[in-house]
């Protein structure tokens, strides 16, 4: 088995359920009760070494939070890094006029390195991968994954291996495939492909981010929370809403701001955290709204691909985290998501993927139901870029006139009615 010496702050891996002991490797079940595995810290250290100075010392990326990750070789020159984080957070003043939000702000993930959120995750999850020894990145993906694996597989001069399902949108698979993985497009639902996926990662010595890798590559999402409350000047906001494939990111957001407070890098006070998905996947936001907390998994349905798990492997932990903070879960059509993605552009000048849709979809139902306070300070995550998912918008905008080139031409075409012709 690969194995490492820890250094930094990592003391090694500990399971969720019955809190056995590991060392850092790359396993991902606890042999005895089958529970997730997570990383575990030495705390003084970390508090040692992630003051806020040393903090807005380091670099303009998610590597700034370094103690508070699973660093296993701390050499920044070992780092997997494409400069993925440290993305704008930005006040949504006529978003939030539309939605009835005084006090809302947009975490804009769409402008990482391949355009997701995903990046997050695999940054911290290659980097693990090369301390524990491993030449060959893989992931099971619903499209972003694969292409931020990709990215920084090829970055890293790392053989890559990304499944994803066939159906795809094409805009993803042509840009993963053009950083020169072994793209395998599997005939058949994500939930399909992480099956297989566990079955090779039981056969080939292969770091897969999401399977073998997962402890360390989940607690990269940690970086949107810790980023979100040194953006707001140290401080947690009031409700988060996060969209949920896996729920992994809601789960860590949420793990970030406990960590920063545990720490005393910011002061503790109460937040909410929502979560969002596609009504067309929506296990998780199902089992909140019917009260039973059973997650009964779904065969997807949803132009919001990359959020399409029918089989959450966090979700047991979404829900806990929902309902421990006061927060709530809402799901959006495929019509609202479309129409959010075009409310987003055209009021804050963000181009979205469908999950960034869903993300603002379920934030108008959550503030039109009264489970955001108009005051309250919400942040929302966009978490990928609209130019992946395009086939969304098909027949929904285009050119408002087609004209000749003649200025008479134009001129009539603009003192009338606006043609909206639609490709
Ligand atoms: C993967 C992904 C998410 C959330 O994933 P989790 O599995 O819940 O952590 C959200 N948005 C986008 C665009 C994604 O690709
Ligand atoms: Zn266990």
């Known amino acids: 088995m690969l194995k ?16 056995r002991s590991y060392a850092a490797t ?76 005084d006090d809302l702000w947009l975490k804009n993930d769409t402008v990482n390195p391949s355009f997701s959120f995903k990046d997050r995750v695999v940054s911290v999850a290659l980097t693990a991968a090369r301390a524990l020894g491993f030449s060959t990145a893989a992931c099971a993906s619903t499209g972003n994954l694969a292409h931020s694996v990709a990215a920084h597989a090829a970055k890293a001069g790392m053989d890559n291996y990304v499944f994803v399902p066939a159906d795809l949108e094409a805009a993803k698979i042509v840009a993963t495939a053009v950083y020169g993985p072994n793209v395998v497009a599997v005939r058949g639902s994500y939930d399909d492909v992480n099956r297989l996926c566990s079955e090779v990662a039981g056969e080939e010595p292969w770091a897969f981010v999401n399977i073998n890798l997962r402890p360390y590559y989940a607690e990269g999402s940690k970086t949107l929370g810790f980023e979100i409350a040194e953006q707001l000047g140290w401080r947690l906001p009031d409700h988060v809403v996060a969209p949920m494939a896996s729920g992994s990111m809601l789960v860590k957001i949420d793990k970030a701001f406990r960590e920063l407070a545990d720490l005393g890098l910011v002061a503790d006070r ?152 639609h490709p």
């Open 4 to 19: 490492t010496d820890t250094v930094g702050t990592v003391q090694g891996l500990r399971c969720r359920e019955c809190g």
């Open 26 to 101: 790359a396993q991902h079940v606890c042999e005895f009760c089958f529970g997730p595995l997570e990383v575990a810290y030495d705390r003084e250290a970390q508090a040692a070494r992630a003051t806020r100075a040393a903090i807005e010392a380091g670099p303009a990326s998610l590597w700034r939070y370094a103690p508070l990750l699973p660093v296993l070789r701390d050499d920044p020159a070992d780092r997997v890094d494409l400069g993925a984080g440290w993305t704008p957070l930005v006040p949504a003043p006529r978003l939030g006029a539309a939605l009835g939000l």
């Open 270 to 421: 109460p937040w909410r955290i929502s979560g969002a998905q596609a009504t067309g996947c929506s296990p998780i936001t199902t089992a909140f709204k019917d009260g039973t907390g059973a997650i009964r998994p779904v065969r997807p349905t949803t132009i919001a691909k990359s959020l399409a798990i029918g089989s959450p492997a966090d979700g047991p932990y979404a829900l806990d985290a929902v309902a421990r903070t006061g927060g709530a879960m809402e799901d959006a059509a495929d019509p609202e998501i479309v129409d959010a993605i075009r409310l987003l552009a055209r009021t804050e000048g963000i181009l979205a993927e469908t999950a960034g849709g869903v993300t603002i979809a379920c934030l108008r139902r959550l503030a039109a139901a009264g489970r955001i306070a108009r005051g309250e300070r919400t942040v929302a995550v966009i978490s990928g870029m609209g130019l992946k998912t395009l086939d969304a918008l098909a027949g929904e905008v285009g050119p408002t006139w087609e004209v000749g080139p003649g200025l008479d031409e134009f001129r009539a075409a603009v003192s009338g009615p606006a043609q909206e012709v």
